[in-house]
């Protein structure tokens, strides 16, 4: 992959902070057809995507590392008769059902996957 300029990088930091792309070009100090220009270049594009996954992936550990106090939370209301409502508590209990059921078809569904690509693999 080729090596962006300091533009491009500055740009690509711009359209990760902002709404829109004339924004990111104010920001980065470019202009909209400059910008637009870099958008439209396949490396910049797959620079630029891999930023993107690599934020989405931090947020997706940031929501894994939480996933373990939503679910005490969750528990810590179903079973709190005294200060809980009882909606709250019935949501609650709702609330986990629904994501083990989830859990398990996403394991069925890994494992069947898993079955199919070693048959046709053979």
Request: charged letters at 25%; proline letters at 2%; a negative charge.
């Amino acid at each position: 992959m080729a090596k962006l300029t300091a533009k491009q990088e500055k740009f690509i930091i711009a359209l990760m902070q902002t709404n829109t792309v004339v924004d990111a070009c104010k920001q980065a100090g470019i202009t909209s057809n400059t910008g637009h220009k870099y958008l439209n270049d396949p490396d910049f594009k797959q620079e630029y995507l891999n930023v993107r996954r690599e934020t989405m992936q931090q947020a997706t550990n940031k929501l894994q590392q939480s996933a373990v106090l939503a679910v005490e939370t969750l528990e810590n209301v179903m079973v709190d008769a005294e200060n809980s409502t009882p909606s709250a508590r019935v949501q609650a209990s709702r609330s986990i059902l629904e994501y083990a059921y989830r859990s398990l078809e996403l394991d069925d569904m890994q494992r069947r996957i898993e079955q199919l690509e070693e048959r046709l693999g053979q």
